[in-house]
C-alpha cells in the first residue's frame, strides 16, 4: 500500500495520510477547514519493515483501512516545570489559588 501524505498549512506538525494521492472524500469537511489547504509532503510505501517516527504503522494502515484517512497531530509539547515539580516529590500541577492564598494570610 501506497499513502500520500500531506501537511496542514494551519496546524504546525499535522499531517494528514489518504490512500490516493488528492483524494480527500473521505476525510470529513470539518476537519479539512481546520487543517486547511493539504501541502504534498511525500507518498509513502505502508510496508512491513516502514517505521515512521511518530506514529505506529499499524495504527496507520488500519485507520486508512477503515475511514479512508489517519490524521498525525503534532505531539505534545515538553512541559519541564512539571517535570521538575515530580522530581522535587510535588505534584506535577502548579496550584496558583493554594501559594496566594497562603501569602494573604
Given amino acids: 500500500m501506497i499513502c500520500a501524505v ?3 498549512t494551519l496546524k504546525p506538525d499535522t499531517y ?9 472524500e473521505a476525510v470529513p469537511e470539518a476537519l479539512m477547514k481546520m487543517f486547511g489547504a ?3 509532503v511525500m507518498l509513502l510505501p505502508l510496508n512491513k519493515t ?10 496507520v494502515k488500519a ?3 477503515d475511514k479512508g484517512f489517519y490524521l498525525q ?9 512539571a ?3 515530580l ?3 510535588l505534584s506535577d500541577k502548579f496550584d496558583a489559588d493554594a501559594v496566594f492564598s497562603r501569602n494573604k494570610h
Fill in 16 to 24: 494528514l495520510y489518504v490512500e490516493k494521492r488528492d483524494d480527500f
Fill in 38 to 40: 493539504p501541502q504534498l
Fill in 50 to 59: 516502514a517505521k515512521l517516527a511518530l506514529a505506529d504503522i499499524i495504527k
Fill in 6 to 8: 500531506y501537511k496542514s
Fill in 87 to 89: 522530581e522535587l516529590g
Fill in 63 to 65: 485507520e486508512i483501512s
Fill in 83 to 85: 517535570q521538575h515539580r
Fill in 73 to 81: 497531530l503534532s505531539p505534545p509539547k515538553e512541559n519541564l516545570l
